[in-house]
């Protein structure tokens, strides 16, 4: 049955996803492929919108597929799954584990994961403008967009020289698309 | 307005704005929960974080979980996990029911463009933000800088390791710097 399909195949990818949204990629595919739900290429399409549509990435792809292969119930379901094992795991630790985080041993460990964590993001952020401005050894850099990513930071880190905190990631994010919609449809 | 109303919308609102994944709606919690609703500290964001990436499942996820439960219990949870899922999920569907060439079109597909340029300066905001907030001490300086050139050299050289080893390296790290220190300790008290 589809949807005791993806309950369970979403479970398994809301369990087993660890690092965020690109870790659960071939998770997802695998769950996908294996019951012939998607074909490759509709498969990538679904990542390139759950990527580029708002939300947790993951979240996206589950209800696409759950929309997909059973109507409303399906991507309910789906999204459902996904969510849960998450949910469960931060209120487990909130509610059983509070003095396990007090733990010096623990203390430690988190003591270690968090420059760790910091490096990561800030990597990914890095590799994400590198790729944004098409730099690489052997292509072309995308000129237009080197330049709109340093007019956008200045303008979003600047502003907080003049605005109180300056301007928010939400009028950030408005901003920037339309200033896309502007740029490169000229 | 009531906690419960206060956190569905909150979390409708970044869920609505969070484009490219959970690290770019570190930015967006930060604004929202901790600079502007004072809900949780800057600390306590950070803790998140760790947390966050080191269990399963979305990051946007466990976020919302952590802050709802904190301030309204376990309806609090339910309703900022609602919350940040809802925007996406009818979106979702709508494109997924009516929109089959819903990026072939032009303007669409340019403001994504827009949008991955704010994605990547919201990650790095998010990033330098923990940054000015760590202690500055020698060893975790060292480890931000290592682990932000190991994850950029696997990209390039696109080699097959998850971010989960060099977590894993981490904490190990921080329990031995931890049992070192504390013997250090306790061979001065003695000394």
């Not at chain 1, 487990?92 to 003095?99: A, D, H, N, S």
């Not at chain 2, 306590?44 to 399963?56: G, H, K, L, N, Y």
């Not at chain 2, 020698?138 to 290592?146: A, E, H, N, R």
Request: glycine share 10%; hydrophobic share 55%.
């Amino acid at each position: 049955m589809i949807y005791l399909g993806l309950l369970i195949g979403f479970l398994e990818v809301g369990f087993f996803s660890f690092g965020g949204a690109y870790a659960a990629i071939p998770l997802i595919r695998d769950v996908v492929l294996a019951h012939g739900w998607m074909d490759e290429e509709m498969f990538a399409y679904m990542i390139a919108i759950s990527e580029s549509t708002p939300g947790p990435i993951m979240v996206n792809m589950a209800t696409y597929v759950g929309s997909v292969k059973g109507g409303i119930p399906g991507a309910m379901i789906a999204t459902t799954a996904v969510v849960f094992p998450a949910f469960l795991i931060i209120l487990l630790i909130m509610v059983l584990l509070k003095k396990a985080l007090q733990n010096k041993y623990v203390k430690a460990a988190l003591g270690g994961l968090k420059p760790c964590i910091i490096g990561i993001i800030l990597s990914t952020g890095i590799l994400m403008i590198i790729r944004n401005c098409n730099i690489s050894l052997k292509a072309k850099p995308d000129a237009l967009t080197i330049g709109l990513s340093c007019v956008l930071a200045a303008v979003y880190f600047g502003s907080r020289k003049f605005i109180k905190k300056g301007i928010s990631p939400i009028m950030l994010i408005c901003v920037s698309a339309l200033v896309g919609v502007v740029a490169y449809g000229i | 307005m009531p906690v419960l109303i206060d956190l569905f919308l909150t979390f409708a609102k970044i869920g609505l704005f969070t484009f490219g994944g959970g690290y770019a709606m570190i930015s967006l919690i930060e604004n929202d929960c901790v600079e502007k609703k004072r809900w949780i500290t800057h600390d306590e964001m950070m803790d998140v974080t760790v947390i966050a990436e080191s269990t399963p499942g979305p990051i946007a996820i466990n976020c919302a979980t952590y802050v709802g439960y904190k301030k309204g219990r376990l309806p609090g949870a339910i309703i900022a996990t609602l919350g940040i899922v809802l925007p996406s999920f009818i979106i979702i569907f709508l494109i997924s029911k009516y929109f089959d060439r819903f990026l072939e079109i032009t303007w669409v597909a340019n403001a994504f463009r827009g949008i991955k340029i704010a994605v990547g300066i919201l990650i790095v905001d998010a990033a330098v933000k923990m940054l000015i907030k760590m202690k500055k001490k020698p060893m975790p300086i060292i480890m931000v800088v290592c682990s932000a050139v190991a994850m950029i050299l696997i990209s390039i050289f696109s080699v097959n390791i998850s971010s989960m080893l060099l977590m894993i390296v981490s904490a190990f790290i921080g329990i031995v710097v931890f049992i070192i220190g504390s013997h250090a300790n306790k061979g001065e008290k003695r000394g």
